[in-house]
């Protein structure tokens, strides 16, 4: 089955600086590729998710690469603010359940 | 109106008690799905649905048992807890077309 790996597992930033958190998955034939973000004691929720034809995908602060070939894909948020600390997940599937990483603490520093 | 819908949203219980916890979604999605959160926060999945029909059947241990009366309901049902139980249980659901898993607020499952 998929396995989904992903660093770091805790982030502190400045408030304004960059945040990027990285993911390697193990099944070429994995094509869906999304990140959800949970904050405290809330569901996790969808930001941006990338299909395998495209290799980048932007909302406004929030952009996703991915990278077939080497079967990685990260999540870049630029002007990091205090209500981005939460954790974030990215996951992978090819029509079947998501599987998911193991998530990283995103902690934004006013 | 919510679309993922469980309850309850807290259960604490002895070990070796049955409980349940049922889940419903008004999305008129086709798939849904049962995840288990623990403590370091990992997101595991259990059993998936489609229609009605087992798809996914993690290795879970039987003691867990998933029931889908109709495509919008899923429920789960737990006999004999264990200790090792204790988690948030999230039911989900997403349509066929996109795979976009859309999450209940979860059930916090405490087992003493």
């Known amino acids: 089955g998929e396995n989904v790996e992903q660093h770091p597992s805790t982030l502190s930033v400045q408030e304004g600086d960059s945040a990027v958190i990285k993911c390697t998955y193990s099944?070429?034939?994995?094509?869906?590729f999304p990140w959800y973000k949970q904050e405290l004691g809330k569901r996790p929720q969808l930001i941006i998710d990338?299909?395998?034809?495209?290799g980048e995908k932007k909302d406004q602060r929030i952009a996703v690469t991915l990278n077939k070939t080497a079967k990685h894909f990260s999540l870049h948020i630029t002007e990091t603010q205090p209500e981005d600390s939460a954790v974030y997940f990215c996951a992978a599937s090819y029509g079947k359940a998501l599987t998911f990483g193991s998530g990283t603490r995103l902690q934004v520093q006013p | 109106d919510t679309a993922v819908s469980q309850t309850p949203k807290y259960l604490v219980t002895q070990m070796g008690n049955d409980k349940s916890i049922k889940c419903e979604q008004n999305l008129g999605h086709d798939t849904m799905y049962w995840y288990k959160q623990d403590s370091k926060k990992f997101l595991k999945i259990m059993f998936s649905y489609n229609n009605k029909e087992l798809i996914i059947n993690e290795t879970v241990p039987n003691r867990f048992s998933p029931k889908s009366p109709d495509k919008a309901h899923l429920n789960l049902h737990i006999n004999s807890l264990e200790l090792g139980d204790s988690a948030v249980y999230f039911c989900?659901?997403?349509?066929?077309?996109?795979?976009?898993?859309?999450f209940g607020e979860g059930s916090r499952l405490t087992v003493l």
């Open positions: 989900a659901s997403s349509p066929l077309s996109t795979g976009e898993l859309f």
């Open positions: 099944d070429s034939a994995s094509n869906y």
């Open positions: 990338i299909r395998s034809n495209v």
